[in-house]
């Protein structure tokens, strides 16, 4: 984030307050570090000047509507009373806008969005492509509108994020959708349970920066004296393999070094890089430190939750953070860095948009504003009822009430990073104070890809994209589970893919590639 509104935040903390931080997102970020559950709504006083961009009715009760999508892992009992609530704040601060919750499992989250966005008589007005598509997916299929006409009304909005950030939610110039804050950059670790460390004398290395070799050797050690787990779940990781994808999660033309310095799009699959670490898995195969069965297998971090792998790949941006993460599993880790800490397009993992279908797309602009700049707002939306389903303790975290969890809560909770702007709300039921506060600061220590922003369109080359996901399909989890000898089947999997147009594809996204760095 911009230094600029990181030195905003410290200022508020050290005030000792939060009026004159106006409505940007990072006030509430300080509200958190200092503890203040009472402090005041960062744009309250804003709001009270009308509409901020459209006219509103001075009756509440003629107030425009806004749907707006609640992501949550099974059905809510309390959306009504969180929404009554958060609609009481509204009027009290003259938002000129209410919001209906609209409830959405993850689960299925595909089937209720694709019927909403095209529903004209019971619209969802905002939502996030985050785990049903994409930005480009959405513009295509024309289910969001273009947000240019807002740029001028809500400046301080757009303020809130890196330049770079908000390329990666526009096609050709144009802006689709608000970020969703985070830290926008990540570092990958190797994590191992802290017994099994222990037992193998390395505990003392927790944070340490290690090799790849390094870490195979880590695993087979471990594999010789508990060899009653695997110790690797899924190699499938972009930033271990040193890639910026794209967007593509086939890989159909990346830039290596993960984007870093380097403006040359290439095919992954025949570098040497890629041979060296297919041989690499194909060795951590036969040490058996890999899942077992891994194509039948769920090779999530659920693995290491339930005592399966004693290892896995974790990513953040900072080891308390990342701990932060997992603090759930019953199996504290070890970290070992790997990877530096780097950003990706792939590392903005969420957009906001108004839908097509929406009725009164000023209105809605509006909700959204709030949701990425007020803290209120947020927090009611992210964690509920401060007093019902959650109380503030004197280090400024959020607590759940005694005999309450992840399983039985009555308001999701543990969806914060969907929101527009997480960093709003206070950290849930960890010890790091500084959860946002040091998410907020973190682009400030990252390095960026030269594709920070770009957006492949694949049309021109559609039936060569069609035939190429079809050839990585049946080629390449085999090799990244090392399940096959790597040279023989390395050939055929190349052949195929020049036979199915991956040259074409590749001179397709370098011409667009270059032609977007020319503007730029």
């Not at 060569?464 to 079809?470: G, N």
């Amino acid at each position: 984030m911009k230094k600029k509104l990181l030195s905003l935040i410290l200022a508020a903390v050290m005030a000792g307050s939060l009026v004159g931080c106006g409505s940007k997102a990072p006030a509430a970020a300080a509200s958190s570090e200092a503890g203040s559950a009472e402090a005041p709504a960062t744009g309250a006083a804003d709001t009270a000047e009308g509409a901020k961009g459209f006219a509103a009715a001075g009756n509440p009760e003629e107030w425009p509507t806004i749907t707006v999508q609640v992501p949550v892992l099974s059905e809510m009992a309390d959306e009504q009373m969180v929404e009554d609530a958060l609609n009481e704040y509204l009027v009290s601060i003259n938002a000129g806008v209410k919001a209906d919750m609209v409830q959405m499992t993850l689960g299925d989250l595909s089937t209720q969005l694709t019927l909403m966005l095209s529903d004209n008589q019971q619209p969802l007005d905002l939502f996030c492509w985050r785990f049903y598509s994409t930005l480009d997916g959405c513009v295509k299929n024309e289910q969001c509108i273009p947000l240019d006409q807002y740029l001028d009304v809500y400046p301080d909005l757009w303020e809130m994020y890196p330049e770079n950030v908000l390329k990666t939610q526009q096609i050709s110039g144009v802006q689709y959708a608000v970020p969703s804050v985070d830290s926008y950059t990540t570092y990958d670790v190797y994590a191992l349970r802290k017994d099994v460390a222990e037992d193998l004398g390395i505990a003392g290395r927790d944070g340490e920066r290690i090799t790849l070799d390094e870490m195979t050797q880590i695993m087979k050690d471990a594999k010789e004296i508990h060899p009653e787990f695997a110790y690797m779940v899924n190699t499938n990781n972009e930033a271990v393999i040193g890639i910026d994808s794209l967007g593509n999660s086939n890989w159909l033309g990346v830039l290596m070094n993960r984007g870093v310095g380097t403006k040359e799009i290439v095919n992954l699959y025949e570098t040497e890089e890629w041979r060296n670490f297919c041989i690499r898995m194909k060795e951590w195969k036969d040490a058996g430190v890999m899942m077992d069965d891994p194509l039948n297998n769920e090779m999530t971090i659920t693995q290491y939750n339930n005592g399966v792998s004693a290892g896995c790949y974790l990513g953040g941006y900072s080891p308390d953070y990342i701990k932060a993460l997992i603090a759930y599993s019953p199996y504290e880790p070890i970290e070992f860095q790997l990877t530096d800490m780097v950003g990706t397009s792939a590392s903005v993992l969420g957009g906001w948009m108004i839908s097509t279908v929406c009725k009164n797309p000023d209105a809605a602009m509006k909700m959204m504003y709030l949701m990425a700049t007020d803290e209120n707002v947020a927090r009611y939306f992210i964690l509920g009822i401060e007093g019902v389903h959650y109380t503030v303790d004197e280090k400024g975290i959020a607590r759940r009430p005694e005999g309450v969890t992840q399983n039985n809560s009555t308001w999701n909770q543990d969806c914060p990073w969907f929101y527009p702007n997480q960093c709003l709300s206070i950290p849930l039921e960890t010890e790091m104070t500084t959860y946002y506060s040091d998410m907020l600061d973190a682009p400030d220590h990252a390095k960026f890809s030269e594709a920070m922003g770009f957006v492949f369109d694949s049309a021109p080359v559609y039936d060569q994209m069609a035939a190429c996901t079809t050839v990585v399909a049946e080629y390449r989890d085999a090799l990244l589970y090392g399940l096959v000898d790597v040279d023989s089947y390395l050939e055929k999997f190349n052949e195929e893919l020049k036979a199915a147009g991956i040259d074409e594809i590749i001179a397709e996204e370098q011409k667009q590639f270059d032609a977007w760095l020319a503007v730029q």
